[in-house]
């Protein structure tokens, strides 16, 4: 059984800092990637944040989470981690954790299909 599991949302005040953690079970983590994707109050499609190749660690980020937000991953722990520093308002959301089976794509990683989806966690940045 395929389990994504989100946790280390919460309120947070604006510049403040949470990291998100997404374990993993029921598939072989190595042969994915993992990313981290939001939706927004009042939106209806998610945003990629985030990816993080497992096989040799390579990463994107969206124009809005570069230099603030970091991904990486640890496969002894079947893991995905968000760093997220300087949080503005904006970053409110709620955040999924989503698996994309191994496939030759670039900046573009955003537009696939995931083969995995957790249920999300809510990260609310508020004074």
């Known amino acids: 059984q395929v389990e994504l599991v989100e946790s280390g949302g919460g309120l947070v005040q604006p510049g403040g800092s949470l990291r998100l953690a997404c374990t993993a079970s029921g598939f072989a983590f190595d042969q994915f990637a993992m990313a981290w994707f939001r939706r927004a109050p009042g939106r209806k499609e998610r945003e990629g944040v985030a990816?993080?190749?497992?096989?040799?660690?390579?990463?994107y980020y969206s124009d809005s989470a570069e230099g603030r937000f970091t991904i990486s991953c640890d496969s002894s722990k079947n893991t995905v981690y968000l760093e997220m520093n300087g949080l503005k308002l904006e970053d409110t959301a709620v955040y999924y954790c989503?698996?994309?089976?191994?496939?030759?794509?670039?900046?573009?990683?955003?537009?696939?299909?995931?083969?995995?989806w957790g249920h999300g966690i809510q990260v609310t940045v508020s004074s």
């Open positions: 989503g698996a994309l089976r191994g496939g030759p794509y670039g900046t573009d990683w955003y537009k696939y299909v995931y083969d995995y």
């Open positions: 990816i993080v190749k497992t096989t040799d660690g390579t990463t």
